[in-house]
Nanobody, 121 residues
Framework: QVQLVESGGGLVQPGGSLRLSCTVS????????MSWYRQAPEKQRELVAA???????NYADSVRGRFTISRDNALNTLYLQMNSLKPEDTAVYHC???????????????WGPGTQVTVAS
């Protein structure tokens, strides 16, 4: 059973920084990609950043240049370094893993419960 748990959220002033972590437990046959999503109150969940198994990264326009996604495969951990935070970055941040739990043909999405990030003075 694959489980994802996020940590590192909190309250930060505008212009500050936070680093989110997502620890993965359980085994996967292969991982296609891992991502960070966020959902603000009364808004749809949106993709923040993603990293593929090959190391390619993708960012939402609203965070490009401020956020950095990275993976530590040895620790089974995904990170999101968030700098120059703005009030509009306030949301619950979820990590997501897409991959194959076995060598069969079916891939799955796994989600963590999320961590709250609040940017306010």
């Amino acid at each position: 059973q694959v489980q994802l748990v996020e940590s590192g959220g909190g309250l930060v002033q505008p212009g500050g920084s936070l680093r989110l972590s997502c620890t993965v437990s359980g085994s996967m046959f292969s991982i296609n990609a891992m991502s960070w999503y966020r959902q603000a109150p009364e808004k749809q969940r949106e993709l923040v950043a993603a990293v593929t198994s090959g190391g390619s990264t993708n960012y939402a326009d609203s965070v490009r240049g401020r956020f950095t996604i990275s993976r530590d495969n040895a620790l089974n951990t995904l990170y999101l370094q968030m700098n120059s935070l703005k009030p509009e970055d306030t949301a619950v941040y979820h990590c997501e893993l897409r991959g194959y739990p076995t060598d069969g043909p079916t891939w799955y999405d796994y989600w963590g419960p999320g961590t709250q990030v609040t940017v306010a003075s």
